[in-house]
């Protein structure tokens, strides 16, 4: 008797640019998703040097470019400074590499557009790490929106708040606008929350009226460009209204991403930091899913990995996410990865918002039909 054999397909060889908390976060996806994580490139030689010691990489390269164009290298995941995200992953793309590119994509709209034009044009893959779609539990969110269980979209609230930010003598190079870009706290959290929110309901933010803050006019020594929380009302081309607030000074609240979507017949919340539950309303009581297969859409269920009960959190979306884009990259059709379009809509959005705060009006948020979005796979 003999037993036929599949080989499995090549495991990408993976190249990490960065050595900060979202680096040991890619790593350790790309691991679990079965990536050899090869070479690892940060801001100077002797820091890729550490970096590789402290990831356990084996090869430190002297430069990101130098790491881009290596030979060695299929899949290049970029955790770098915003401002650095353009070209890094345009001359990454350019040589048929894989691309995962931290969000923002870049910092502005232009620079966004030609990055996901460039992208659509290759036959790699290329994603933005808008990894919150990724909790089975708002997969679960997004089956019961398609199945028409809410009915008609009434209201959207969203939540982003976090304190990490909180005191003038808190700093990092985010507050920095010639590092991080015009906008931070929407540009850094918001987008998620805007992500999940168009993501889950299949409807777009038509329009948005926004006012921003910055609380700290100084940080340390430097003067603050940024802005530390946003508040938005926006309007959904579905003709529904909503309320978005997104802060980085929020005293106690670590990483509080929700959002409540209610229609005609219940209304669903979801909380980031509860991950294992779906609040469900109706007019006569509410309950709280718990993330239990039978209980799940197969959508949702395919994303839960371990037994109801052993909980589930951040690092298992973002190993879901790169698993997915991994599988896309070997030929897959995978639905719902956000893409380079994604990572575009969110320079919109982001664009819009600042705006709209500049001038005390609402701003309209135009978005690409799918046909223009050059083999974006959403």
């Given at each position: 008797?003999?037993?036929?054999?599949?080989?499995?397909?090549?495991?990408?060889?993976?190249?990490?640019?960065?050595?900060?908390?979202?680096?040991?976060?890619?790593?350790?996806?790309?691991?679990?998703?079965?990536?050899?994580?090869?070479?690892?490139?940060?801001?100077?030689?002797?820091?890729?040097?550490?970096?590789?010691?402290?990831?356990?990489?084996?090869?430190?390269?002297?430069?990101?470019?130098?790491?881009?164009?290596?030979?060695?290298?299929?899949?290049?995941?970029i955790c770098t400074p915003n401002v650095?995200?353009?070209?890094?992953?345009?001359?990454?793309?350019?040589?048929?590499?894989?691309?995962?590119?931290?969000?923002?994509?870049?910092?502005?709209?232009?620079?966004?557009?030609?990055?996901?034009?460039?992208?659509?044009?290759?036959?790699?893959?290329?994603?933005?790490?808008?990894?919150?779609?990724?909790?089975?539990?708002?997969?679960?969110?997004?089956?019961?929106?398609?199945?028409?269980?809410?009915?008609?979209?009434?209201?959207?609230?969203?939540?982003?708040?976090?304190?990490?930010?909180?005191?003038?003598?808190?700093?990092?190079?985010?507050?920095?606008?010639?590092?991080?870009?015009?906008?931070?706290?929407?540009?850094?959290?918001?987008?998620?929350?805007?992500?999940?929110?168009?993501?889950?309901?299949?409807?777009?933010?038509?329009?948005?009226?926004?006012?921003?803050?910055?609380?700290?006019?100084?940080?340390?020594?430097?003067?603050?460009?940024?802005?530390?929380a946003v508040a938005v009302a926006f309007?959904?081309?579905?003709?529904?209204?909503g309320t978005l607030l997104v802060s980085?000074?929020?005293?106690?609240?670590?990483?509080?991403?929700?959002?409540?979507?209610?229609?005609?017949?219940?209304?669903?919340?979801?909380?980031?930091?509860?991950?294992?539950?779906?609040?469900?309303?109706?007019?006569?009581?509410?309950?709280?899913?718990?993330?239990?297969?039978?209980?799940?859409?197969?959508?949702?269920?395919?994303?839960?990995?371990?037994?109801?009960?052993?909980?589930?959190?951040?690092?298992?979306?973002?190993?879901?996410?790169?698993?997915?884009?991994?599988?896309?990259?070997?030929?897959?059709?995978?639905?719902?990865?956000?893409?380079?379009?994604?990572?575009?809509?969110?320079?919109?959005?982001?664009?819009?918002?600042?705006?709209?705060?500049?001038?005390?009006?609402?701003?309209?948020?135009?978005?690409?039909?799918?046909?223009?979005?050059?083999?974006?796979?959403?």
């Amino acid at each position: 008797m003999t037993t036929t054999v599949i080989a499995a397909d090549p495991a990408p060889t993976v190249g990490i640019l960065g050595g900060g908390f979202m680096a040991r976060v890619h790593t350790a996806a790309a691991r679990a998703a079965g990536g050899s994580v090869v070479g690892v490139a940060t801001s100077s030689p002797e820091s890729s040097v550490r970096a590789a010691r402290t990831l356990g990489i084996p090869l430190a390269f002297e430069s990101a470019i130098d790491l881009i164009e290596s030979d060695e290298i299929d899949t290049v995941h970029i955790c770098t400074p915003n401002v650095t995200h353009e070209a890094f992953a345009s001359r990454a793309i350019e040589l048929g590499k894989n691309v995962i590119c931290e969000k923002p994509l870049a910092t502005s709209v232009a620079a966004a557009r030609e990055l996901m034009e460039h992208a659509g044009a290759s036959a790699a893959a290329s994603a933005v790490p808008f990894v919150y779609r990724y909790h089975p539990m708002v997969r679960e969110a997004r089956a019961r929106m398609r199945r028409g269980e809410l009915g008609r979209l009434f209201t959207v609230r969203g939540e982003y708040l976090q304190d990490w930010l909180w005191s003038d003598d808190d700093d990092d190079w985010r507050v920095d606008a010639d590092r991080g870009g015009p906008s931070r706290a929407f540009a850094d959290i918001g987008s998620h929350l805007c992500d999940l929110i168009e993501f889950v309901t299949d409807d777009r933010i038509s329009r948005v009226s926004a006012t921003a803050s910055t609380v700290h006019p100084r940080r340390g020594t430097a003067q603050v460009r940024t802005e530390d929380a946003v508040a938005v009302a926006f309007e959904t081309e579905g003709g529904a209204i909503g309320t978005l607030l997104v802060s980085q000074v929020s005293a106690g609240r670590k990483n509080h991403l929700t959002f409540e979507i209610s229609g005609q017949h219940e209304s669903l919340v979801f909380d980031q930091e509860q991950p294992e539950l779906l609040w469900v309303g109706r007019v006569g009581g509410f309950t709280a899913v718990p993330r239990v297969e039978q209980l799940m859409d197969a959508s949702a269920a395919g994303y839960s990995i371990v037994p109801a009960g052993h909980p589930m959190g951040y690092q298992d979306a973002f190993n879901a996410f790169v698993r997915d884009v991994y599988r896309s990259a070997a030929g897959a059709a995978v639905d719902g990865i956000p893409s380079f379009a994604d990572g575009y809509r969110a320079a919109v959005l982001t664009e819009a918002v600042l705006d709209s705060s500049r001038r005390g009006s609402w701003v309209d948020t135009p978005h690409l039909d799918l046909s223009e979005q050059q083999g974006a796979r959403r």
